[in-house]
Antibody, heavy 119, light 110 residues
Framework: EVQLLESGGGLVQPGGSLRLSCAAS????????MNWVRQAPGKGLEWVSG????????YYADSVKGRFTISRDNSKNTLYLQMSSLRGEDTAVYFC????????????WGQGTLVTVSS | QSVLTQPPSVSAAPGQKVTISCSGS????????VSWYQQFPGTAPKLLIY???KRPSGIPDRFSGSKSGTSATLGITGLQTGDEADYYC???????????FGGGTKLTVL
């Protein structure tokens, strides 16, 4: 079955760090760009970060640049988001999403993992 | 404040048609493809329209997309109560080198 499964969310104090993982299955992971998108409680979608299939090209939203690092291990079919210097405004459900081949659209989404930044 | 502008809410009666607008600029909608997503409460978004007007397999032709200049539109015909959801437009912004979404539109089928 083609799917994405996020993990690693939880409660973290302001200024702390957390690493999210997204396990992919059912497709050739290395052939697809991957992204992280977040949604704060009761708010809309916010694109966070993306990277190419090889991992050589990375992109970040200004709101997380310098604090978050996206990476992937194609041998493990896994996407990561290393988050540091976390703030209250980073509280959100974090979705990983696959970039559609030949398109900027996101055609496959995980179920999301909740990150809560609070003391 | 989202880069792309959508109306917060739209409503229409069952069986009717509704359109949702998405306004941007030359650095995003004007020079990149637009996609649309449907999201029900507590679930992940689902791709509805890609490359401005294409439907993924399994999406009924009641859903359509169009783009003109720096604006895009999602159309839904034959509205059903099951269409009640939040709808988001998205694209790439070449100036920001980042993905961008609209603020989302809540569809109510009266």
């Amino acid at each position: 079955e083609v799917q994405l499964l996020e993990s690693g969310g939880g409660l973290v104090q302001p200024g702390g760090s957390l690493r999210l993982s997204c396990a992919a299955s059912g497709f050739t992971f290395s052939s697809y760009a991957m992204n992280w998108v977040r949604q704060a409680p009761g708010k809309g979608l916010e694109w966070v970060s993306g990277l190419s299939g090889s991992g050589s090209h990375t992109y970040y939203a200004d709101s997380v640049k310098g604090r978050f690092t996206i990476s992937r291990d194609n041998s493990k079919n896994t996407l990561y988001l290393q988050m540091s210097s976390l703030r209250g405004e980073d509280t959100a459900v974090y979705f990983c999403a696959r970039g559609a081949s030949g398109s900027s659209s996101l055609d496959l989404w995980g179920q999301g993992t909740l990150v809560t930044v609070s003391s | 404040q989202s880069v792309l502008t959508q109306p917060p809410s739209v409503s229409a009666a069952p069986g009717q048609k509704v359109t949702i607008s998405c306004s941007g600029s030359s650095s995003n909608i004007g020079n990149n493809y637009v996609s649309w997503y449907q999201q029900f409460p507590g679930t992940a978004p689902k791709l509805l329209i890609y490359d401005n007007n294409k439907r993924p397999s399994g999406i009924p032709d009641r859903f359509s997309g169009s783009k003109s200049g720096t604006s895009a539109t999602l159309g839904i015909t034959g509205l059903q109560t099951g269409d009640e959801a939040d709808y988001y437009c998205g694209t790439w912004d070449s100036s920001l080198s980042s993905g961008v979404f609209g603020g989302g539109t809540k569809l109510t089928v009266l």
